[in-house]
Every structure is written in structure tokens, then in C-alpha cells.
């Protein structure tokens, strides 16, 4: 599918990954207009409940950047959300997706740069892997193709 | 508390097969502090099962509810208005609150989402361990607060057996030899005269062997 264009959920850490991603924006770099922010206050508010919504209204790839290691804001949250991103990660696969539809990055807040490569690298990552079976929009074109 | 351990993602939805629509019930109770049936636990299960189905094009509708407990009736009464809307109801609860549900709601089939795996308590958060067998016969009086029958191997009663090697198990390198542990302790304790005195052959009909238990407390019964 060569015009896939796939949503990609960012769950973004307000003292980091949110402030990189500011950052670009005043950078003027570019980034893949595919990446939709949603802040948290610290990565260590993630549960799979989120990420598993995320994929369920048809996310075709989702990720969570938080602090650098040894940085969070509340000491350990990242340290947190590393483990349960992970945990996530089977939970999707015994599903059937592919659990590279879901990672975790750190980055401070200084690294403008980074998350522009990030939102880069990870769509195009998911563009490999294709729409996830869930994305309602290009299930409709695949079956009218069928 | 109990310990119960989510079933395969397979074996839930081949028990969910030809439904359309199901209550998925936690339990507020042991599950719920064992990680495993509680709300959140409950959330994930529908969004993994709803996810499940809606792939291989046979969508399923869920409704998600947690009560405080599933082994009392009146908890369970909560799910009275919604059990009758659904075609089966996926308990979270562990095996006793599944039977609840299952006597209480006698048109619906109710199913476990969870395996019941034993009593005990955490060591750390997320990391659970095995400490009583429910015997019907307390004899930490006598092995220093440590329970040769759930965690000896072979639920020896008067020390350990040729099979433990420098504290550990026979059966595994990584768990303690209950019998070692509980002569350590009494010696610290200075209470080695009880492992002297011998147990008798234990009498395990206060166990399953006598059959289901029951335990009534009679000023309570009207």
C-alpha cells in the first residue's frame, strides 16, 4: 500500500519528549504529520489500559517517550513505563499485532533534533509494517479491493 | 490472599467463541491485590479481547464491571441488571467467585479468565510465593512460623530429607528447604526443643481428603 499514511499515537512525558517536540517546532524541523501528542505528566502515568486503547481505535503504531534514564522528573517514572511498555508489547502480540508497533524512547527536553528523528524513524518503521489490522480506513479500502 | 494467574489469550477466546455480547466482571478482591483480576486487569482483557475479535472480523460487544467481591452474594447482586443482557458473563474473579456467579445466574454460562493458582503473599510488588496449603491443621506453632507442609516439597513433617543441600531444595536450586529454614529459625529463637518433640502422623482430614470444607459461625446463623 504504497499511499499509506499510518496514525501513529506519541504518549509524550510534559518534561521531556513534550518539550523536544516544542523544541522542533520552533527548530522548524520537520517531522511525519502522522504523529499525534498526547501529553502525561510523567511516563510513569502509563498503564497498558492506555496503549491498548490507543491500538483498539485503530492506531496502526504507538510509542512513549519519556525523560532520559536517571532524569524523570518523579525519579523513576520512566524506569516505570519501560517494564510495562514491554509487558504491552506481548499483550499485543498474543492479540496479533506485531509488537514493533510499540516502543519507548527517552530524550530530554533539550533534544529537538531526536524527537524529529524519532517521529521520522518510527513512521517510517510502521509504513513498513503496513496498516494495522484495526485502522478502520484502510480495512474498508483493502476489502472494496478484495 | 489468593493467587490466580490470567488463562492463555487462546483458551478466553475459544471460550467466548459464538458470543456477541459478554460481561467482563473483576473482582475487587485477592485478584485485584495479586494484579490479575482487578479493574485495570479487567479493562485489558476487553480491550485485548475486543481487539481479538474485531481483527478476524467477528466483532464482540463487552461490558466491563468490577464488584468488591465475587464470593459474597451481595456483591455479586450488583450484576443482576446486566447479566440478563449478556450471552456469558468472563469472570476475573478466582475459581470461588466464578461458582458464585455460575449458582447465582443460572441462564447465563460463566467462564474463568483466570487459573487459580494458590494462597500466598508478595514478596515485592508483581512477585508472589506459595505459603499455605489450607491444611485445616496450623502447625507453625511447632516449625517456627514457617509451614513445612506448603513449602517443604514433600510436605515432611519431623526435618528435612537427604535432598537438601546447603538450604536449597532438591527440586530447584533457587527454592529454600523449608526444613532448613524453619531449624534456623528455632535455633535463633532458642526453641529447639520443639523440633525434638515428634509429629505425629499428620491427619489430613481436616484437608480436602474429608471432603468440601464448610465453617460456620453460629451466633451469626438465623
Known amino acids: 500500500m504504497a499511499d499509506f499514511e499510518p496514525t501513529i499515537v506519541a504518549f509524550c512525558c510534559h518534561y521531556c519528549a513534550y518539550g523536544a517536540a516544542d523544541l522542533a517546532g520552533s527548530m522548524r524541523l520537520e517531522y511525519p504529520t502522522n504523529i499525534r501528542i498526547i501529553r502525561l505528566p510523567c511516563t510513569g502515568k502509563i498503564t497498558p489500559v492506555f496503549l491498548l486503547r490507543a491500538f483498539e481505535k485503530g492506531a496502526d503504531g504507538v510509542y512513549v517517550a519519556g525523560c532520559l534514564e536517571g532524569d524523570c522528573h518523579f525519579i523513576q517514572g520512566n524506569l516505570v513505563a519501560k517494564p510495562r511498555v514491554n509487558y504491552t508489547k506481548k499483550l499485543i502480540q498474543e492479540v496479533g499485532l506485531e509488537p514493533e508497533r510499540l516502543e519507548m524512547f527517552n530524550m530530554s527536553a533539550a533534544m529537538g533534533p531526536r524527537f524529529a528523528e524519532v517521529a521520522r524513524e518510527f513512521t517510517e518503521r510502521i509504513k513498513?509494517?503496513?496498516?494495522?489490522?484495526?485502522?478502520?480506513?484502510?480495512?474498508?479500502?483493502?476489502?472494496?479491493?478484495? | 490472599m489468593v493467587i490466580g494467574e490470567r488463562k492463555p489469550f487462546d483458551e478466553i477466546i475459544m471460550m467466548l467463541g459464538g458470543h456477541k455480547k459478554v460481561l467482563v466482571l473483576g473482582c475487587g478482591g485477592c485478584v485485584t491485590v495479586c494484579l490479575t483480576g482487578g479493574r485495570d486487569e479487567a479493562r485489558v482483557l476487553s480491550s485485548q479481547i475486543k481487539m481479538a475479535r474485531d481483527k478476524d472480523g467477528n466483532p464482540i460487544e463487552i461490558i466491563e464491571e468490577t464488584v468488591e467481591r465475587q464470593c459474597d452474594p451481595e456483591y455479586i447482586e450488583q450484576a443482576a441488571p446486566i447479566v440478563p443482557e449478556v450471552d456469558a458473563v468472563l469472570s476475573m474473579a478466582c475459581g470461588v467467585g466464578v461458582q458464585y456467579m455460575a449458582e447465582r445466574y443460572k441462564d447465563t454460562p460463566v467462564y474463568p479468565a483466570l487459573n487459580t493458582t494458590f494462597v500466598g503473599g508478595s514478596t515485592k510488588e508483581g512477585f508472589y510465593v506459595e505459603k499455605c496449603q489450607t491444611c485445616g491443621a496450623c502447625k507453625l506453632y511447632y516449625t517456627g512460623g514457617i509451614c513445612p507442609i506448603a513449602?517443604?516439597?514433600?510436605?515432611l513433617l519431623n526435618g528435612p530429607c537427604g535432598g537438601s543441600t546447603k538450604g536449597k531444595c532438591e527440586i530447584d536450586p533457587e527454592v529454600d528447604c523449608a526444613w532448613?529454614?524453619?531449624?534456623?529459625?528455632?535455633?535463633?529463637?532458642?526453641?529447639?526443643?520443639?523440633?525434638?518433640?515428634?509429629?505425629?502422623?499428620?491427619?489430613?482430614?481436616?484437608?480436602?481428603?474429608?471432603?468440601?470444607?464448610?465453617?460456620?459461625?453460629e451466633d451469626f446463623q438465623r
Request: aromatic residues 4%.
Open chain 1, 128 to 146: 513498513g509494517l503496513g496498516p494495522s489490522p484495526l485502522n478502520k480506513k484502510y480495512r474498508k479500502i483493502s476489502e472494496q479491493a478484495a
Open chain 2, 151 to 155: 513449602r517443604c516439597s514433600k510436605s
Open chain 2, 180 to 217: 532448613q529454614l524453619i531449624v534456623d529459625r528455632l535455633e535463633s529463637l532458642n526453641l529447639m526443643d520443639r523440633y525434638e518433640d515428634l509429629m505425629e502422623i499428620n491427619d489430613w482430614r481436616p484437608n480436602r481428603d474429608g471432603g468440601p470444607r464448610k465453617m460456620v459461625r
